[in-house]
């Protein structure tokens, strides 16, 4: 076939073709003239595309798609819209989520002279993903597109950027462009994976198994390898305890005997308890971060050894102050681990395992009283409801096929002590969605929608403080455009009251400042959309009105009025004219 009658595509559908090759099928956009080619391209392949009243929107619910499902979905925008995704790029950086996001970029022929709409959004991008280019030749589309997804979905994951300048974007070359060479295959392949050296595992499990106060803690790197089954099977099996790096995907159901709950010290008063007894930590897939306070007392005391076991090389870097380092894929250690009781190399028995299983019923049974006491009082002054009894009351309407989202300051602090408290008494949830470690506020409806995008049939509530849905509310209109009904729990206290409550302890004259809002009607604003709305004042109210919202079928808002009380893990870390929270 001559050149003349070689069939050929524009760039922006190369582009939408090689993205579906390698499996996409979400794209979250807010439509616009310079992506139209690469959108003709994905209406062609019969790819859902949502559009989306914001490109901050697109890029939540292209991350939020990918927690869940842990394929790569794609956040398509253009050059004014990437300024408005940044957020959701870093919200996905974060999480370490291989988002694909896609910028229809100024022209090339006249890059730097300033055309239209023209930023460096390849620079722009770079801090926060894994890798960030501008395609300059349209024949190398589908090539750039391979590498991307290889950098995203590799080792440690995470998003990448892809730039298509508009002239390469409307412009046409052959559709068998690039496909004389390798590889082959367009589709996605597994992505690599690390065996652990013999050398170096053999004397990291005799540590593992001649340690008597053993405890598992599990991050990013469990979830996104697939290996969460495996973690469970190893702690229940091997009676080790196993807890959750704070501002996570959770890994574990609250179902799992093992799981113990967040390794935060102030958010999980029995976490200081086992850390400050044990002999062994074991973080897999994690990294010592300010999360994990650089592995440093008073989260890892001196008295433990700690491990870390990671499947790059880029976490192996961040852990250099692990006392014993491991570069192995996290279902490969898991295995080797569980494989010592097989062997008849492991003797620990149920001692260590129960006694925190008891501080974790201490502290469920005391935590509920104190909480009874209030709510008790709160019932006879007719005040306003609690935020953790708000969280609890909202869980006792769900199910084990729901999913539960939250998103705040303390709002986020005090749903996190409520699924703890409410697994201890055997509520079981689906799946639970919330910021990640940059506690960027106004995600939780993106995630909302994305989780009932992915499961239709389930429930979706989302616990949302006042401040976090101002942050990004009107996202809510994803869930009505695409006919995908959850309800919002509006945790109404009236203001952005983790920053108020930490400048009542910062601030000399003990006041707080700038952070109040009027009573806003948030449950009128679902009404006028088209949606369900309630207001609540009182606690006997609130089950009633969530029964409510979840049979009418329809986006729901039940606007609670609630008190501002402050959470453990802000109380804590900030104490009057001295601290400040992330100190």
Request: net charge negative.
């Amino acid at each position: 076939m001559n050149e003349t009658t070689t069939p050929k595509l524009r760039g922006g559908a190369l582009l939408a073709r090689a993205l579906v090759e390698k499996g996409v099928e979400h794209v979250f956009t807010l439509a616009g003239g310079f992506c139209n080619p690469a959108l003709e391209g994905f209406m062609d392949c019969g790819t859902r595309v949502i559009n989306c009243p914001h490109e901050q929107v697109a890029g939540h619910l292209a991350d939020a798609h990918t927690r869940i499902t842990r394929q790569p979905a794609v956040c398509l925008v253009g050059p004014e819209g990437f300024a408005n995704a940044v957020p959701a790029m870093m919200e996905a950086w974060g999480e370490r989520s291989p988002v694909i996001f896609v910028t229809g970029s100024s022209t090339l022929k006249r890059r730097g002279a300033g055309g239209f709409k023209e930023i460096d959004d390849v620079a722009i991008a770079a801090p926060l993903t894994k890798h960030s280019i501008s395609i300059t030749d349209g024949t190398r589309i589908s090539e750039c597109v391979d590498r991307a997804w290889k950098i995203a979905t590799s080792g440690y994951p995470g998003p990448v950027h892809l730039s298509l300048p508009v002239d390469i974007m409307f412009s046409s070359f052959p559709a068998d462009a690039g496909r004389e060479e390798r590889p082959y295959l367009r589709s996605a392949t597994p992505p690599p994976r690390a065996w652990p050296d013999p050398s170096a595992l053999a004397p990291l499990l005799a540590l593992i198994a001649s340690a008597k106060r053993p405890i598992l803690i599990g991050g990013h790197g469990v979830w996104w390898s697939g290996s969460a089954p495996k973690l469970e099977a190893t702690g229940t099996a091997l009676h080790i305890p196993i807890f959750n790096i704070p501002y996570h995907q959770k890994l574990l159901g609250e179902h799992c005997e093992a799981y113990m709950g967040l390794a935060d010290i102030h958010q999980y008063q029995p976490s200081r308890q086992a850390l400050e007894a044990s002999d062994l930590v074991i973080m897999i897939g994690g990294r010592l971060d300010n999360q994990m306070n650089f592995g440093n007392a008073p989260l890892f005391p001196d008295s433990l050894q700690l491990v870390c076991v990671n499947g790059s090389d880029e976490e192996i870097q961040m852990n250099r102050s692990a006392d014993h380092v491991l570069l192995s894929d996290p279902g490969a250690f898991l295995d080797a681990l569980l494989a010592l009781k097989a062997s008849g190399a492991w003797s620990l028995d149920r001692g260590w395992f129960d006694t925190n299983r008891q501080w974790r019923s201490d502290w469920v049974a005391k935590t509920l009283a104190d909480l009874k006491q209030d709510t008790d009082a709160t019932a006879l002054n007719r005040g306003k409801i609690h935020p953790l009894q708000l969280s609890l009351d909202v869980q006792a309407e769900m199910g084990p096929q729901d999913w539960l989202v939250f998103d705040g300051g303390n709002t986020h602090f005090w749903s996190e002590i409520a699924v703890n408290l409410a697994g201890w008494h055997g509520q079981q949830l689906a799946g639970i969605l919330h910021p990640g470690s940059f506690s960027l506020l106004g995600v939780g409806v993106s995630l909302a929608v994305a989780a009932k995008n992915t499961h239709p049939d389930a429930t979706v509530v989302l616990i949302s403080g006042d401040g976090a849905f101002l942050s990004g509310g009107l996202s809510v209109e994803a869930a009505f455009q695409e006919a995908l009904p959850i309800v919002v729990v509006i945790d109404n206290n009236g203001g952005l009251d983790c920053i108020s409550q930490q400048q009542e302890r910062l601030f000399a004259n003990g006041k707080h400042f700038a952070t109040d809002f009027r009573d806003i009607p948030f449950h009128t604003l679902f009404e006028g959309m088209g949606g369900h709305g309630e207001l609540v004042e009182h606690r006997e109210q609130l089950g009633p009105a969530i029964r409510r919202a979840i049979a009418s079928g329809k986006t729901a808002c039940v606007n609670v009025k609630a008190k501002g009380v402050i959470s453990p893990i802000v109380l804590a870390t900030t104490s009057k004219r001295d601290k400040a929270s992330i100190e």
